[in-house]
């Protein structure tokens, strides 16, 4: 439950750095307000015994911020900022245990591309994973560390709600990356090789 939801006084963050930069295109003199943030790792998870796709449904003080309107809950999938000495893909199997409760394998994840979002604001990369699991591979609860609060959540792709979840944008609010790597998903080679699998039990 948000209780209490108000803006405050900007002094300094951790995570961002708020800057404005000035250039020179095609003889013109320009300024532009930009944001310094960490580039951060997102994965697909895909659960092959439920057939369902495992993301993640939280709250974004942006979002509410910037519709009041709006419960500020939104769903998107698993993922982190890149602020650790570590791989990205072993940043992206943490992230995946922290969040969500599953022990990824090492072979079972694979990086899909890098894309910059938000390019008017954030330049920083988003390093796309997609991850297959089973259900042996949920070890923990998940729901994210320290004072995160992440609710995991079951999107079966044979079920009506899978449906409704791509086509509603009132209920369902849901990031830009989560619709493009799902939509990915489903048309990738990836996939189609497990069709094959689940066609030949």
Known sequence: MIE??????FTKSNFLTPKRVQYVENGKEKIWDAVESHDSVSILIFNTDKNAYVIVKQF???VKLAHPEYT????????????????????AIEECLEEC?????????????????????????????V?????KDKVEKGGG???????????????DEFSE??????????????????????DSLLFNEYLKVLENK
């Open 4 to 9: 209490n939801f108000k803006e405050i006084e």
């Open 60 to 62: 974004r003080p942006p």
């Open 72 to 91: 500020g809950y939104i769903y998107e999938l698993c993922s982190g900022i890149v602020d650790k000495d570590k791989s990205l893909k072993q940043i």
């Open 101 to 129: 409760g599953y022990a990824v394998q090492e072979n079972n994840i694979q990086e899909i591309t890098t894309v910059h979002s938000m390019v008017g604001i954030i330049g920083a990369e988003q390093h796309w994973f």
């Open 131 to 135: 991850a297959t699991v089973t259900d």
């Open 145 to 159: 560390i320290e004072d995160e609060s992440i609710e995991v959540v079951y999107l079966d792709r044979e079920s």
């Open 165 to 186: 979840f791509i086509r509603d944008n009132t209920a369902c609010k849901k990031t830009a990356g989560l619709m493009a790597q799902m939509l990915w998903f489903e």
